[in-house]
Nanobody, 122 residues
Framework: QVQLVESGGGLVQAGGSLRLSCAAS????????MGWYRQAPGKEREFVAA????????LYAGSVKGRFTISRDNAKNTVFLQMNSLKPEDTAIYYC???????????????WGQGTQVTVSS
């Protein structure tokens, strides 16, 4: 079983930046593909970004490509989401997820963190 703890959310003005972190428990973090999702009020949870076990492959939703960067540090069991040029529509609770990164596809798994709130003011 994997436990995930997100952090780094907050309130930021449009155009600003935030860096989210997701710390995972266990000794096998380097064997997991990791992803980020977000859920805005009244909307379904949506895919944001994913990264392969090694960190060599990444995948992004079109709405964040070029503004967000996913990375990981396997020595620290942590995956990051650097968010730049933030927009009010990026406001959501952000969750990390353990899943499978296939070619141009993310298959979400069952492990989720509690989420971290990101609010972007206009």
């Amino acid at each position: 079983q994997v436990q995930l703890v997100e952090s780094g959310g907050g309130l930021v003005q449009a155009g600003g930046s935030l860096r989210l972190s997701c710390a995972a428990s266990g000794r096998t973090f380097s064997t997991y593909d990791m992803g980020w999702y977000r859920q805005a009020p009244g909307k379904e949870r949506e895919f944001v970004a994913a990264i392969s076990k090694s960190g060599r492959s990444t995948l992004y939703a079109g709405s964040v490509k070029g503004r967000f960067t996913i990375s990981r540090d396997n020595a620290k069991n942590t995956v990051f989401l650097q968010m730049n040029s933030l927009k009010p529509e990026d406001t959501a609770i952000y969750y990390c997820n353990v899943g499978i990164l296939a070619t141009l596809t993310w298959l979400k798994g069952d492990y989720w963190g509690q989420g971290t709130q990101v609010t972007v003011s206009s």
